[in-house]
């Protein structure tokens, strides 16, 4: 059986750099998470999924292109020309983005920002990461272009203008898809209007989360509700109105819930009743600034009912809903052992009186 394959794989039209590059080829699949983690002191899972995806791509298409030249030559007889330069070409591809790889974490570690999100690390480019990334691309994608171009000899193509004019047009006529996400991105970046870790409310787009990361073109927000992640273009989110709920005073973010009350209650058993539901909360929710007394005020004499407001401040804004819920719930709570109905009565006692 050995001599058996030893006899195909001598076969095979490959010479020696075809399959030093099929053996490399094959351990950069196999030891691919490795590779890519190896030197990242903090691990973004998101840049980590879409590299090993675009690695484990370039890895499948050599595959693709040795099997595809051997079963042609070994059935059909069919010699495959420019075998040698599809070798080269493939290294080149493979180390080149590799290279960018580590080049890319090194950046990363010197001009970036980790930031802890709600107990969790996340990585956040910086205005001078984003840049240098950018610019080690370009350079490592033109020497890798340089070198393929040379593998094909095809050093006549740098001197035709027209090649180079057309690669021009198409990135003038791209440049509104991303250059309008890139300028505004680097704004923000250098503005610090937002930044990773920021707890954000955007009430255009009916977001509120924390920002995990600004890169040139997007920016990826983590919802506080369903806890999944949002990318939205920089320029639609520089254009619209947010406010950043994590840029408070030392006492926290300053939150309120309204309660709609008859107007058979006192005022002074609302607030003691409003007052009682903060006590209760704050021993349950560690989200809640329990140093800082809430107030209690009127908002609204309606027809119906008395609109009243619980303000009150939360020191960690990463439970701004926690916060809430715990409020909630706990007023429905109280509310059924202290008689007091959260139900608008007079409204409920004509509609049923209607109904009846």
């Known amino acids: 059986m050995f001599e058996s394959l030893t006899s195909a794989l001598v076969s095979l039209p490959f010479s020696l750099l075809d399959y030093l590059v099929i053996g490399m080829n094959l351990l950069v699949f196999l030891f691919a998470g490795y590779i890519l983690n190896k030197n990242q002191r903090v691990k973004n899972r998101n840049n980590n999924h879409h590299r090993m995806t675009g690695l484990r791509a370039i890895n499948l298409v050599l595959f693709l292109i040795y099997a595809v030249t051997g079963l042609v030559e070994l059935v059909f007889s069919i010699e495959i020309s420019h075998l ?3 070798s080269q070409t493939g290294l080149t591809i493979l180390v080149a983005y590799i290279i960018y ?14 930031k802890e999100i709600d107990g969790e690390i996340y990585h956040s480019e910086s205005y001078a990461s984003e840049i240098i990334g950018l610019i080690g691309l370009i350079l490592v994608g033109s020497i890798a272009l340089l070198i393929i171009i040379n593998i094909w000899n095809l050093n006549s193509w740098l001197q035709t203008t027209s090649v180079l004019g057309g690669i021009l047009l198409i990135l003038f006529a791209a440049r509104e898809y991303f250059l309008g996400d890139m300028i ?6 250098y503005n610090d209007s937002i930044e990773a870790g920021a707890v954000i409310r955007v009430k255009q787009f009916d977001i ?36 950043t709920i994590s840029n408070s005073s030392k006492k926290g973010f300053k939150d309120y819930l309204d309660f709609k009350i008859g107007y058979d209650q006192s005022p ?15 021993e349950q929710e560690i989200g809640l600034n329990k140093d800082t007394q809430p107030k209690v005020c009127v908002i609204d004499n309606g027809d119906h009912a008395v609109t009243w407001r619980l303000l009150y401040y939360v020191n960690n804004p990463y439970r701004i809903l926690e916060a809430r819920n715990h409020l909630q719930t706990t007023a429905f709570d109280l509310s059924r052992l202290e008689k007091i109905g959260l139900n608008t009565p ?3 006692q004509i509609l049923s009186g209607t109904v009846n």
């Open 268 to 282: 002074e058993q609302v607030e003691t009743f409003l007052l009682s539901v903060w006590t209760k909360a704050i």
């Open 208 to 243: 509120l989360g924390v920002v995990i990361q600004i890169t040139l073109t997007q920016t990826k927000i983590r919802d506080l509700v369903q806890k999944h992640e949002i990318s939205i273009s920089n320029s639609k989110l520089r254009n619209a109105i947010i406010e």
């Open 346 to 348: 007079v409204t409920h």
């Open 84 to 86: 040698q330069q599809i």
């Open 101 to 114: 790889h580590y080049l890319q974490s090194s950046i990363i570690k010197r001009f970036g920002k980790n």
């Open 184 to 189: 505004n991105g680097l704004i923000m970046h």
